[in-house]
């Protein structure tokens, strides 16, 4: 398998896409990334991205990063509240934080020329590239893959006209987030292993409020940590990010405040019914969350939060505020179907519950570990078999973490438990 594919076809063009999109670009490869929104300009839920070491060297071998040295916020420790304890530890944990938008747009900016508000003047190709479009609006429905010659033909649908094309292609990459078609497609019989996603029984609401908005004394407690205030079975992680817009120096502080809501209940009907009455699968967008029930919700919770977060979650203003369920989904047993011709990548593989802030690093690992391959660094076989052993560990700690922070003391245990026995069977190779 090794050798960049003349042709390849990208389903999803959030950041697991376009970043395997721009490995290929950059080695030669023409890529045609097929992306459901119809719109260019995406905004994200405004709710920071972590990222670690090898989202930082993707960016840096495959981006022209001049002028945006403000991408991301270093925290460059972690700092611990128990309940009212504001000051209770601290740990020397190094984090990169951005925002959605700002990677989104520097990653479309190098793709395919794409300008934003961030990057006007995006840089021109460099010399080898392969050709690139990033097609908004076309919904991935169906493949088929053909053996006389090893192309894959997919299908899609224009959402706005229902107009029906297809392209053949070397290589089809999913990168379509947790709801993958081409997961779906590619697993047809379904198995537990394969294709289920878990609602944890907690939600997260998350919000940002400017950091010129709080007291002092509460912005310098935030300032350059991440922090995290442990309630009883719920906590709140915070994080400064930079402004979707702005890559100048303004910060956003954000919080992840893990809530539990049995599923089925009346509070989650409630917290998922919308201002105008609809209501919501997973999310309530910011802008339709009800003022009355984020009121209520919060007012259970703020004198029992240390000071700083229960300043920066009472002052956090309602059209900030969103509120998402938590979910994890079993990872696949391979990431590697058709011949290698059919690559699930990113979320598509395995999507973790967000404790440790891991989607955007898994998915650069999975572009740079793919490089690798297409070198001829390291087989195929190889590359799938390490993600997914990633993807399982870090499927099971994320749930063991949550657990502890939001889970009984049986559910905590069970889960640690399932761990270790995963741990077992991956170092006996049994799994
Ligand atoms: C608009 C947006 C904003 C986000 N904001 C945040 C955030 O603020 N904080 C955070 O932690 N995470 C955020 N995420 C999730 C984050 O991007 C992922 O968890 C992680 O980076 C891995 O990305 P991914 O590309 O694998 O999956 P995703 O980001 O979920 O992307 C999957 C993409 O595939 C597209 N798609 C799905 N099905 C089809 C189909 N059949 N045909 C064509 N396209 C399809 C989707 O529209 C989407 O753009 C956001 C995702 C999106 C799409």
Known sequence: MAGFPPSAVVVGGSLAGLMHGLVLK????????????????????????????????????????????????????????????????????????????????????NFDGFPSSTIPNPPPPRKGDGRTEYRSGQRVTSLEYHNRDSTITVHFVDVTTGKESSLTTDLLIGADGVNSVVRELVLPNKTPANSRKEYSGYVAWRGTVPDDAVSESTKQYFSDRTCANMLPRSSIITYMIPSDDDNAGHRLINFVWYYNVPAGSTTMTEVFTDITGKQHQNTVPTGLVQPDIWKREKGTMLNRMAEPFAELIGTCDISRVFVTKVNDKVCADSASFYNGKVLLVGDALVAFRPHFAVATEQAAGHGLGLAKVWKGDKSLEEWSREVVRYGKRTWLASRVLGEFGQGTWFSFFRTLLSHVVLLVKLKMGWA
Request: aromatic share 8%; with cysteine.
């Open 26 to 109: 950059r080695h030669g490869t023409n890529v045609t990334i097929l992306e459901q929104e119809p719109a260019s300009t995406r905004s994200s839920h405004n709710a920071g991205i972590g990222f670690g070491p090898q989202a930082e060297e993707l960016l840096r071998d495959y981006c022209d990063l001049a002028g945006l040295e403000g991408y991301y916020a270093p925290a460059v420790k972690t700092r611990l509240a128990l309940r009212k304890k504001a000051n209770f530890r601290e740990i020397n944990l190094v984090r990169h934080l951005t925002s959605w938008t700002l990677l989104y747009r520097i990653l479309r900016a």
